[in-house]
Antibody
């Protein structure tokens, strides 16, 4: 069973860059059956996908965040990472990494594994 | 983007009640619909995928149905551990979530 663990600073200053890493264990970040996602949840609110990366390095970002987001993968360390630039208080949220499993036969996809989440607060 | 709208936003129910949560997509998504349960301070947890397939280990009191644009999650007999927030998510295109339905104790 894949396990995911987020790591990174819990406090970021406005206008700076938020950086988080997700470590994948019990599975391979090089698996062609998974997309590796970052999702966030502002306090008391719903879930918003930030973007994903495939093992090949191809990425897709939420259009609302696209200009500020970079997701990268390091297959040698079994990690993928998020950078969100020019943060404001509106970026304060719990950030989750998650695995999105793709069933090649049915084409169904599902978030089958999530990290525990890490609260990132944007404040001076 | 495909918009997902859940109703109600919250509900109060008692242990043993039958509970139904609705989820509507802004366009047809066939059967590409998943449901998640989230408890306070925890990550969401997959309950149902492909509209009606229970994830292994999920109790049979949970069921999902629908197709096209209208979907439901039903809990046949609410248990104390089911009080949580439930989210639908479409997997037809880039994923989007409903706003959540909080199930509270009456």
């Amino acid at each position: 069973q894949v396990q995911l663990q987020e790591s990174g600073p819990g406090l970021v200053k406005p206008s700076e860059t938020l950086s988080l890493t997700c470590t994948v264990s019990g599975g391979s970040v090089s698996s062609g059956s998974y997309y590796w996602y970052w999702i966030r949840q502002p306090p008391g609110k719903g879930l918003e996908w930030i973007g994903h990366i495939y093992f090949s390095g191809s990425t897709k970002y939420n259009p609302s965040l696209k200009s500020r987001v970079t997701i990268s993968v390091d297959t040698s360390k079994s990690q993928f990472s998020l950078q969100l630039s020019s943060v404001t208080a509106a970026d304060t949220a719990v950030y989750y990494c998650a695995s999105y499993y793709y069933e090649s036969g049915s084409h169904h996809r599902k978030f089958d594994c999530w990290g525990q989440g890490t609260l990132v607060t944007v404040s001076s | 983007d495909i918009q997902m709208t859940q109703s109600p936003s919250s509900l109060s129910a008692s242990v043993g009640d039958r509970v139904t949560i609705s989820c509507r997509a802004s366009q047809s998504i066939s059967s590409y619909l998943n449901w998640y349960q989230q408890k306070p301070g925890k990550a969401p947890n997959l309950l149902i995928y492909a509209t009606s397939t229970l994830r292994s280990g999920v109790p049979s009191r949970f069921s999902g149905g629908g197709s096209g644009t209208d979907f439901t999650l039903t809990i046949s007999s609410l248990q104390p551990e089911d009080f949580a927030t439930y989210y639908c998510q479409q997997s037809y295109s880039l994923p989007t979530f409903g706003q959540g339905t909080k199930v509270e104790i009456k």
